[in-house]
């Protein structure tokens, strides 16, 4: 005898391999949450309909992922090198984008908002997480959560403290309310210190957060610590 043998459940039929007679969901569901099960039922209707391919799936999908900041932060530092091209970013950060070789993404209106000394903007999503992904990337867990969601308006200002961020007691602090139709890009305030760097360098300092309202990009090397 080889040591093996078949385990049998209360029915007496035998269960073989990793199945040891314990129920559980099927292995593709683990963890998988309602949300996700709901979209992929979804796409295998409009798949079935012939609305989508699954390659057109598969296309965005891989779309959606090649995003990161780092778009975001080349139209911001070029804003900072260029006051035309700010002007143009201010009036229209689709165009803008496209002038620089950039994908805005689909959304119909992408915004871009100037923090300055006596203004800073802060971008929420208080319906679910509507966000310029094509500029910035995913969207952090923490924007997509129900406590920013909710006190990005009830407390905005506690919120950013929570990020690091005091604004300055006569600073105005304006919450935007991103859509599925209208995205905001918060073009910050250029840090101090960095009159000698390149565009490229500048880019290095600006982040996510930042180009959200939460932060403040980062300082020079130089002038750190």
């Known amino acids: 005898m080889n040591g093996s043998r078949e385990q049998r ?14 129920p559980h969901a099927p292995i593709t ?25 699954r390659e057109d799936v598969r296309a ?3 779309w ?11 139209l911001v530092a070029r804003a900072w090198v260029d006051p035309a091209f700010k002007t143009r970013l201010l009036a229209d950060a689709r165009a803008a984008a496209l002038e620089l070789g950039l994908d805005p993404g689909p959304s119909p209106i992408v915004a ?12 929420v999503c208080t319906l ?32 950013l ?10 600073v105005e602090l304006r919450v935007l309310d991103s859509t599925a139709d209208l995205r905001y890009l918060v073009l910050p305030r250029r840090p101090a210190g960095c009159e ?13 957060d930042s180009m959200i309202g939460v932060a403040e990009p980062l300082a020079p090397v130089h002038a750190r610590g």
């Open 196 to 208: 000698a760097m390149s565009e490229e360098e500048l880019a290095g300092l600006v982040t996510r």
């Open 29 to 53: 569901d683990a963890g998988e949450p309602p949300a996700a099960r709901r979209a992929r039922a979804l796409e295998e209707l409009l798949v079935e309909k012939g609305v989508v391919s």
């Open 161 to 170: 403290r929570e990020f690091g961020l005091e604004l300055a007691e006569g």
């Open 64 to 74: 959606l992922v090649s995003r990161t900041p780092a778009d975001g932060a080349r």
């Open 128 to 159: 679910c997480s509507c966000y310029p992904r094509a500029l910035l990337g995913p969207p952090p867990a923490w924007y997509k959560s129900l406590a920013y969601r909710s006190r990005a308006v009830s407390d905005p200002r506690g919120v």
């Open 9 to 22: 459940g209360g029915g007496g039929s035998p269960r073989r391999g990793g199945d040891q007679g314990h």
């Open 60 to 62: 965005h999908v891989d």
């Open 112 to 123: 871009a908002v100037e923090n300055t000394d006596e203004v800073h903007h802060m971008v």
